[in-house]
């Protein structure tokens, strides 16, 4: 993986969407598809995706990610989504954001259908967003692979509870 041309994709916002954050913008990834196809190869490549029976991509930038990796690795994919999106009978949880609190929800259907998971997003901050995903998981029996991101910030910590392995492209 090219690193140095990933960062150059990277945009930083200062002040974005709250005073005080400093918002990575991983959009740029994708419209640079020689790129964003190495970068797929690569997350694909991994032990945490190679273990789990399917992925679970999270709300909103996940999705974009998780669902390149599920067509590269030719493995099924479910979504955690925010409030309110999802239709039928969903699991919820509520967690905090590095800017404010929220909650996910997956639909139980699709949460029954698969035992082992990796969690796919495109950042990974504090951690509450992924310990969200992992607690929905974890409280109805499945396992939890890891989680794959591209981005981590790491000053904020947020791999520290974790007791499964994260991966992450872009440490930052
Ligand atoms: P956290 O729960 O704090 O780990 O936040 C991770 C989630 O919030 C991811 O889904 C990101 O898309 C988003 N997020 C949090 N902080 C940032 C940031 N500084 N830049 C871009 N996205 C962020």
Redesign the pocket.
Same mark, same amino acid.
């Given at each position: 993986m090219r690193i140095k041309r990933l960062i150059e994709l990277i945009d930083t916002y200062k002040d974005f969407p709250k005073k005080g954050?400093?918002?990575?913008? =991983?959009l740029g990834i994708i419209q640079e598809p020689q790129v964003f196809k190495e970068l797929i190869s690569e997350m694909s490549s991994s032990q945490i995706i190679k273990n789990a029976e399917a992925i679970v991509s999270?709300?909103?930038? +996940?999705f974009i990610f998780g669902s390149a990796i599920s067509f590269y690795s030719s493995k099924p994919m479910i979504v955690a989504r925010k409030p309110g999106k999802l239709p039928g009978e969903v699991i919820e949880e509520e967690?905090? !954001?590095?800017?404010g609190k929220s909650s996910l929800s997956i639909q139980k259907e699709s949460l029954d259908r698969f035992s082992s998971y990796a969690i796919v997003?495109? !950042?990974?901050? $504090?951690? +509450? $967003?992924?310990?969200?995903v992992a607690n929905i998981l974890m409280k109805r029996g499945k396992k939890v692979t890891g989680v794959v $991101?591209v =981005?981590e910030?790491m000053n !904020?910590n +947020?791999r520290v509870d974790f007791n499964f392995p994260v991966e992450t492209m872009l440490s930052l």
């Open positions: 954050i400093e918002f990575k913008d =991983v999270i709300d909103a930038r +996940g967690y905090y !954001l590095e800017y997003d495109d !950042l990974l901050a $504090t951690g +509450g $967003t992924i310990d969200c $991101t =981005v910030l !904020l +947020g």
